[in-house]
């Protein structure tokens, strides 16, 4: 049974349209949070993938981040040249160019997250974990839908 129709589908507070501004000043608030760092969000966000084994190659970043191939090659070679993450033949496979978190991306990431979940926390004000917890279930069967109609969904499972 549908949700919407097109007759009174609201776009100022329909789910979709209302996902994409969260996650707009939510992108906001992470940008002033991580400023101490000089790091954008979609740097952070390449750390937070390598870190927790969400991605550990470039198209697969590229992928999370919906982000254009030659930009991430850049912000790779920045996230570099800055020391906080290398690139490394794959052992499974020669060709493969992995990508992995240097030992001050390591020490300096955590702070990284704590700002990051500083921000998530400000978001969730007045939500109980519960309720957290349902919205992330919620959310959960939203990508399960997109995969059942034959979308990729970037990004490892979350493990349990």
Do not use: W
């Amino acid at each position: 049974m549908p949700i919407y129709d097109s007759a009174t589908f609201d776009i100022r507070k329909a789910v979709p349209p209302m996902l994409g501004r969260v996650r707009a000043v939510f992108l906001s608030a992470l940008e002033e949070r991580l400023a101490p760092f000089d790091i954008k969000p979609a740097d952070y966000i390449v750390l937070a993938s390598l870190a927790n084994d969400v991605a550990d190659t470039a198209s697969a970043v590229c992928s999370l981040l919906v982000h254009d191939p030659g930009a991430m090659t850049r912000k790779i070679d920045a996230l570099e040249q800055r020391g906080l993450v290398r690139r490394v033949r794959s052992e499974e496979d020669r060709r493969a160019i992995k990508l992995e978190l240097t030992a001050e991306g390591r020490k300096v990431f955590p702070r990284m997250l704590d700002a990051a979940v500083g921000v998530a926390n400000d978001f969730l004000e007045g939500f109980s974990k519960a309720e957290v917890r349902q919205m992330e279930e919620f959310l959960q069967r939203m990508l399960v839908n997109a995969r059942a109609m034959g979308f990729e969904v970037p990004g490892k499972e979350a493990r349990k």
